[in-house]
């Protein structure tokens, strides 16, 4: 029988396939009291598999590969700190000790009374934390089994039979298991619990496959080999569907592979509106070698150069000057003389720096010591790489950005030390670009709020729209439990951005959009009706934002923001986004 199920959407595209369902773990443990005297033995055995599974989780760390979300490194941090509990290692351990229970039933039970007392908070925040605390228990029990693979293991011996079409179907997919997938076989993913930025939906987003989360109790209702379409545009799935159904969506597979052979063709098509307005688009890049992807794309330089991935997952020392030239160099140079913004080191949050040899530690809270913030509480470091950029701008059109500025002494220091690195390249003889520009992130509401003060010492801004919204309506944008209040359409988040564009237009100052709302080509025409004319995205989004911007007609689009900006219904407001797409 043919019944769909509903989730959210987070990937677009259209699946078809046969489902291959990961069980919970704690669902498949023997409950077991071993002999007496054998119980030290038992805490043992548990002590070695919480080792095994910290040490697998350093590895993953290791072998993230460079393309991962920014986000996964940070998910790992937090199931490493987990593991690390005292508590959660020594409850099991009082019950091998009392009780005499095996190490898969002691842990599990633990596990039972930590996801009962998560069901009874209240914040919402807190309460999705339990889905935490489960991931990393299975790994402890899959450590205990001997399984190098956790949840994976059915997976790789059934994808490697070539089943190209297996759709994996889960309560959720832990993050560390989540980067395996890139090595696997298959074309979509179901899981019961997500939002829109949680890490399943990221990860979801930089495979470029479909995917739908947040689709209660479909592990349960789905049983293996069914038959699957996933609907990502519209966070559906349905079971076993009917000849007809199946055939329409066959038909929209069809489309969606011809539109996307079609973008191709604009590439080279000059990126103007109707009506004849010039509109630049820029590529977000995280290493060197993202540089040929972005010209590829048809990119005309580099909006947003993350330079902190430079400093992530190292065993080493920090990256010295040296090295972090020429990584600089050789990002500039790939770029053929397009400009490359590098933003100076943003750790913090999401982006934890975890270097041995460097006890340098970051706040993983957003409000914490992270951006600029951080950079001026180590000089040295700031120093080392601003001569490292200063350097590298010899060599082609390099700028500087600067994120999470906020107060007007952050830009007095920072321009300060800017001018301390450049009287030491000086010293030294060393050549560099005497009028290299220096931009600013617009990322927080304070920075938002007094434009002037950052347009009197910047060269250009760029608006950093996932952390604008995220402060601005006080949304862990990486916590999922709150994923369905992160809203870039909030009234709020609009009169922001549009301000802050209209300030820096009236200033002659360069100004543009380097979040995710740039890349999302619903928000193109929204994007261009307030003035914007600069945007930068990942490399895979920028031909179907350019298809956008190639039928737009600016004079019209003008002409319908104004109702937008006036009002203050979240439905009115999707309502005449949609009628501005049209």
């Not at 080279?268 to 590529?283: C, H, R, V």
């Not at 700031?382 to 007007?408: C, D, E, N, V, W």
């Not at 919204?469 to 922001?496: C, E, F, M, S, W």
Request: with cysteine; proline share 4%.
């Amino acid at each position: 029988m043919s019944f769909a199920l509903h989730g959210l959407s987070v990937s677009n595209g259209v699946a078809i396939g046969h489902a291959l369902t990961i069980s919970a773990a704690s669902l498949d443990v023997t409950h077991q009291f071993i002999a007496s005297g054998s119980e030290e033995q038992e805490v043992v055995r548990l002590q070695q598999a919480f080792e095994l599974a910290m040490q697998e989780l350093h590895d993953l760390k290791d072998r993230l590969p460079e393309d991962a979300p920014e986000e996964m490194s940070a998910f790992l941090d937090v199931h490493r700190l987990i593991l690390e509990d005292i508590d959660l290692r020594q409850k099991p351990e009082a019950l091998i000790l009392k009780r005499r229970y095996n190490a898969a039933w002691a842990l599990t039970t633990v596990l039972d009374e930590l996801l009962l007392a998560f069901e009874e908070i209240d914040d919402p925040y807190l309460k999705e934390r339990g889905a935490d605390f489960r991931q990393v228990i299975e790994r402890v029990l899959y450590a205990l089994n001997g399984s190098s693979e956790l949840s994976l293991a059915p997976l790789y011996q059934k994808l490697d039979r070539q089943s190209a079409d297996a759709i994996i179907v889960a309560q959720d997919i832990a993050p560390h298991d989540m980067m395996r997938f890139k090595e696997l076989n298959f074309c979509a993913f179901v899981t019961d619990f997500g939002g829109k930025n949680s890490h399943t939906a990221i990860v979801a987003r930089s495979l470029d496959i479909p995917a739908a989360v947040g689709v209660k109790h479909a592990s349960e209702i789905i049983q293996q080999d069914d038959l699957l379409i996933v609907d990502g545009d519209k966070g559906i799935v349905i079971v076993d569907p009917s000849p007809m159904i199946l055939e329409a969506y066959r038909q929209r597979q069809a489309e969606i592979k011809f539109s996307k052979e079609q973008l191709q063709l604009l590439k080279y098509t000059p990126t103007k509106t109707i009506d004849g307005q010039q509109i630049t688009l820029m590529a977000n890049i995280e290493t060197p070698e993202d540089a040929p992807d972005a010209l590829d794309s048809g990119a005309v330089g580099v909006g947003l150069y993350r330079s902190e991935f430079l400093f992530m997952n190292r065993k080493g020392g920090l990256p010295e000057e040296e090295e972090q030239y020429r990584a600089y160099v050789k990002t500039i140079e790939a770029m053929y003389g397009l400009p490359v913004n590098i933003r100076t080191i943003d750790i913090g949050a999401d982006k934890n720096l975890d270097n041995e040899d460097h006890k340098l530690s970051s706040n993983i809270s957003p409000l914490g010591l992270r951006g600029i913030r951080w950079s001026l509480s180590e000089p040295e470091i700031f120093l080392t790489q601003l001569r490292a950029i200063l350097r590298a701008s010899a060599h082609g059109k390099a700028q500087i950005l600067i994120p999470m500025l906020a107060q007007a002494h952050e830009i007095e220091l920072t321009l300060e030390l800017i001018g301390e690195a450049k009287r030491q390249l000086e010293q030294r003889q060393q050549a560099y670009n005497t009028d290299i520009k220096i931009g600013a992130m617009i990322e927080i509401p304070a920075a938002a709020l007094v434009m002037p003060l950052f347009l009197k010492y910047f060269d250009f801004v760029s608006i950093g729209t996932n952390d604008l919204i995220q402060y601005t309506l006080g949304i862990d944008r990486a916590d999922n439990a709150v994923a369905h209040l992160y809203d870039p359409l909030h009234p709020a988040i609009l009169k922001l951005i549009y301000e802050i564009i209209q300030a820096a237009k009236k200033e002659n100052i360069p100004v543009s959009v380097c979040g995710e709302m740039a890349g999302d080509s619903k928000l193109t025409r929204l994007l261009l009706a307030m003035g914007l004319t600069d945007f930068s995205m990942h490399a895979s989004q920028l031909l179907t934002v350019k298809r956008e911007i190639l039928k737009a007609y600016i004079a019209d689009l003008t002409y319908q923001l104004p109702p937008i900006l006036s009002t203050y219904e979240p439905e009115l407001i999707n309502a005449l986004v949609t009628k501005l797409n049209q």
